[in-house]
């Protein structure tokens, strides 16, 4: 495997306009107004990855957007990873604020990326990340060095949360048969410092609608005298942490694993700088749950946080109004042990309880998914830190993270098999916001570890 770096020095840029070309479609799936791009990238990444030199390359439809397969068996016997990722994409919004357009992919250096980084919506989340597996491959298999089978499995409703995917798991069990899943769809601690994702958070998303009167009302003539559902929304939700930042919905903790002293301790090695933490984010302070430190709140704990709130007015100047009704979009953040169908039910009922006689209040859950949390003993994370270390030349770290990917915990319970987390993306690299963005040196990296990992995991599976 020697090789690797040469091929990456030879063909780093056509591998480098491959990803460019993949950005340009704007595969993004919660806005039907893309609908043809989405399917367009499918049948991108179903020709790249024939070109890649897989057989049996395959678009797989769904009640939703297509699923890409694609496998190379060298051998019956020997062991099979199964590739995951996902190519749709986050909205781009709010489209203001990009220093150039999310689907015109640019090169530009940043104090992070010295050697430059690419912008686009996608870049990271997931197209750079799942791409670097399809070129690892093709480099594998045009110089004969795939040592084992490989299956493909690219999505295109990850943003949306999997739900055609689930099916498609769940009927193509054979089919998706593998040794270990390997994905590219999170991060590590910084260029320097490499590291594994242990643990995903589970997610339960819902909508709530608060009514008042039957029609928006003059807010001099009623005001005082009706309820505003915009001012209960607010005190509602508000309501929702207590004075030490806990979530007050009854039964909500019952089940959350509480990590001992000693892996905390062990957590607390991983290098973290609250100021660099605080001044990146412009921030003077951070908050969040009492007792618990910063990388504790964002990963070992379950969170409850409002996406979006609307109602009334909001246009120019004012309007004296009573808005009839008031909304808001509201995620839950879970971790392990705790059911996110039953989490969901929980708030429903405490949300509704809450709820004065003057309104009526409206659940509408969305989508949702179980944590994960993966050993570090497995040949498959040795493998993955066998195969860092040899690249970056120190061991990587096994980190929590606090995003979720909730088909994961699925992918164990109906093929059997871990899931190893080899991410490259940085936390820096403004994923779901506007500017995302991906290092090359990131990208190419990536490209040089992930043959590694197939190098030491049959080794080790001998
Ligand atoms: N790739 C992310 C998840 C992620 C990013 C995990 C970084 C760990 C580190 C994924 O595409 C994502 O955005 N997931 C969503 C959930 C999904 C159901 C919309 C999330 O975490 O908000
Ligand atoms: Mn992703
Ligand atoms: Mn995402």
Redesign the pocket.
């Known amino acids: 495997m020697k090789d690797i770096k040469n091929y990456i020095q030879q063909n780093k840029d056509r591998f480098i306009n491959e990803l460019v070309e993949l950005l340009k479609i704007p595969s993004v799936s919660a806005d039907s107004a893309y609908s043809q791009d989405v399917i367009d990238t499918s049948e991108a990444v179903k020709q790249s990855l024939t070109k890649a030199g897989c057989d049996k390359v395959e678009i797989c439809e769904t009640d939703g957007y297509p699923i890409v397969y694609g496998e190379k068996i060298i051998d019956p016997n020997s062991p099979t990873v199964l590739v995951y990722g996902?190519y749709d994409v986050q909205p781009p919004d709010p489209m203001e604020l990009w220093t150039s357009p999310p689907f015109e992919p640019v090169i530009k250096k940043t104090d992070i990326h010295p050697e430059g980084a690419i912008f686009a919506r996608g870049a990271c989340?997931?197209k750079g990340q799942m791409f670097m597996h399809v070129k690892a491959v093709e480099y594998m298999i045009s110089n004969n060095c795939l040592p084992c089978n490989v299956k493909f499995m690219i999505e295109g409703e990850?943003?949306?949360?999997s739900v055609n995917l689930k099916n498609f798991v769940e009927n193509n069990a054979a089919k998706l048969k593998n040794d270990v899943i390997l994905i590219s769809?999170?991060?590590m601690i910084s260029n320097q410092q490499p590291s594994i994702?242990t643990g995903?958070r589970g997610?339960s998303y819902v909508e709530v609608e608060v009514k008042g009167p039957n029609r928006d009302l003059h807010s001099g003539l009623y005001g005082g005298a009706v309820a505003n559902p915009i001012n209960i929304l607010s005190k509602m939700i508000a309501s929702l942490h207590d004075e030490n930042n806990r979530i007050t919905i009854p039964g909500f903790y019952d089940k959350v694993e509480e990590l001992s002293l000693e892996e905390r301790t062990e957590m607390a090695k991983a290098p973290f700088d609250i100021e660099d933490y605080k001044k990146a984010l412009d921030l003077k302070d951070v908050y969040g749950e009492a007792g618990y430190v910063t990388n504790e709140r964002n990963a070992i704990r379950p969170t409850l946080d409002v996406n979006g709130i609307w109602g009334g007015y909001t246009g120019e100047g004012a309007k004296t109004v009573i808005p009839s009704k008031a909304f808001a979009k509201i995620s839950m953040r879970l971790v392990p042990n705790q059911d996110w169908e039953e989490i969901t039910e929980l708030f429903t009922k405490h949300f509704t309880n809450i709820a004065p006689a003057a309104v009526t209040v409206k659940v509408t859950p969305h989508?949702g998914?179980q944590g994960y949390v993966t050993p570090i003993d497995s040949i498959g994370y040795k493998a993955a830190n066998m195969a860092y270390t040899e690249t970056f030349g120190i061991p990587a770290i096994p980190v929590r993270?606090g995003?979720?990917?909730?088909i994961v915990s699925l992918f164990e319970k109906e093929l059997k098999s871990k899931t190893i987390l080899m991410?490259f993306?940085l936390d820096s690299d403004a994923?779901?916001s506007p500017n995302e963005h991906f290092g090359i040196f990131n990208y190419l990296k990536g490209i040089e570890t992930i043959p590694l990992f197939y190098k030491y995991f049959v080794e080790l599976s001998k």
Do not use: F, N, Q
């Open positions: 996902h989340d997931d990850e943003e949306v949360g769809d999170t991060g994702t995903l997610l989508h998914g993270s995003g979720s990917i909730p991410g993306g994923i779901h």
